[in-house]
């Protein structure tokens, strides 16, 4: 079900900034587990970036964007951000959003079906 629509993705040079948003239904927050980012790298598989659980707001980042990347998040416009300062080569992929109706697939990759996705937007950082 692609009812995310992720915007913001583009070109930038190491170092540089970008801000990430996903807008979706209406019970995007509220009908959810979590709501969180992915990203694939030409050639890998889909791993988990910035996941947030909405009975309580926490976080979860992968190790390698701490302290660059930063999640928040307008329930009203059914909308979540990824702020990405920082960036480097690494961080280059396709960027997807998933709101996730199901506890277990939280911790793991979310299927499609079942699930809120989007078609992902590109980021590209250049050395």
């Known amino acids: 079900q692609l009812q995310m629509v992720e915007s913001g993705g583009a070109s930038v040079q190491t170092g540089g900034s970008l801000r990430l948003s996903c807008q979706g239904p209406e019970d995007t927050f509220s009908g959810t587990y979590c709501v969180g980012w992915y990203r694939q790298a030409p050639g890998k598989e889909r791993e988990r970036v910035a996941i947030l659980y909405t009975s309580d707001r926490s976080t979860y980042y992968r190790d390698s964007v701490k302290g660059r990347f930063t999640l928040s998040e307008d329930e009203p416009k059914n909308t979540l951000y990824l702020q990405m300062d920082g960036l480097e080569p690494e961080d280059t992929g396709m960027y997807y959003c998933?709101?996730?109706?199901?506890?277990?697939?939280?911790?793991?990759?979310?299927?499609?079906?079942?699930?809120?996705w989007g078609q992902g937007t590109q980021v590209t950082v250049s050395s």
């Open positions: 998933a709101a996730v109706r199901a506890r277990y697939y939280c911790y793991s990759l979310p299927p499609q079906d079942g699930n809120y």
